[in-house]
């Protein structure tokens, strides 16, 4: 139940006493939160909702303690729909925008929000780093998977390990501050004993600057998708360095389908592709390349 002491100072006391009592028998994966709906917790396989129907003075408020009552200062975050807590919780954020030029330029109006349960789980890449460290070789690796399976919280425990335990110099390229929890720079999550993090910056630049100046054995990042994202990993194998990445797809025909992405893996930048699903709450790691 870390989440109630984690979030709950940024509910309105009234979602908070909604949910005070909550007790989750398995693990919560997101609370839904719309205006004038009932509040929804959505669990690994099933969901339910809670006998409160937020209101739009609510949701107003929520935003305001999100921001810490400075909407301003995380403006270029909310143009990108989501908000980065401590920790490594993502608040997805929809419902009014003004746009300019066809492109987002501010939030006018939030009405509905994702939160998105952050949790390490110590270990849950052992399956994983078998195929990415064979002694001293390193393979680079991408992970993929439908949203919510469990990629970043993989990725966290792969630098943990590969770090600590495997000896390597890790750079994390975190652009969202999810693998880390960096907050104001110091990650809040073990990312492992040899591990350098760049937060807040977009992970092509991030990738690029850390392998000019922290001379990287492993380069890791969350949500390859963009021509700059692209660019950068084929740069990082150019260099040398072992990149480690996730993607949004369901399965290997999904990811072929997918332009860039699907040159990286015709020109074998990738070692490895592995398909992360989920049973129940436990995630699996199948290599499919």
């Given at each position: ?275 992360l699903h989920r049973n129940m709450d436990k995630v699996f790691t199948e290599k499919v390349i």
């Amino acid at each position: 139940m870390e989440w109630k002491s984690d979030l709950f100072k940024y509910f309105p006391n009234t979602i908070s006493r909604a949910l005070e009592n909550i007790r989750c028998l398995s693990p919560l994966c997101e609370i839904r939160i719309r205006v004038n709906k009932r509040i929804q917790l959505v669990f690994s396989n099933r969901d339910i909702l809670i006998e409160h129907c937020v209101s739009e003075n609510e949701c107003s408020l929520l935003l305001e303690l999100l921001c810490e009552h400075s909407i301003y200062a995380r403006t270029d975050e909310l143009k990108n729909c989501f908000l980065t807590l401590p920790k490594g919780y993502r608040v997805g954020v929809c419902g009014d925008f003004s746009c300019e030029n066809g492109k987002i330029r501010c939030l006018t109006s939030a009405s509905f929000f994702n939160f998105r349960i952050a949790r390490e789980c110590i270990g849950s890449a052992r399956d994983a780093v078998k195929y990415i460290q064979h002694g001293e070789k390193l393979n680079s690796t991408l992970m993929i998977s439908s949203p919510g399976v469990g990629k970043t919280t993989l990725l966290r425990d792969t630098a943990r390990l590969i770090s600590t335990y495997g000896g390597k110099k890790v750079c994390i390229a975190d652009e969202r501050c999810e693998i880390s929890g960096a907050r104001n720079g110091v990650p809040c999550l073990d990312v492992g004993e040899r591990t350098d993090v760049m937060s807040g910056s977009p992970k092509a630049e991030a990738m690029m600057s850390m392998i000019r100046t922290m001379s990287p054995d492993v380069i890791i990042t969350d949500e390859l998708g963009s021509k700059e994202d692209i660019k950068a990993v084929r740069e990082a194998s150019s260099c040398g360095v072992c990149v480690i990445a996730s993607a949004h797809s369901g399965s290997l025909l999904e990811l072929e389908r997918r332009p860039g992405l699907c040159e990286l893996l015709k020109d074998n930048v990738f070692d490895n592709v592995l398909l992360l699903h989920r049973n129940m709450d436990k995630v699996f790691t199948e290599k499919v390349i």
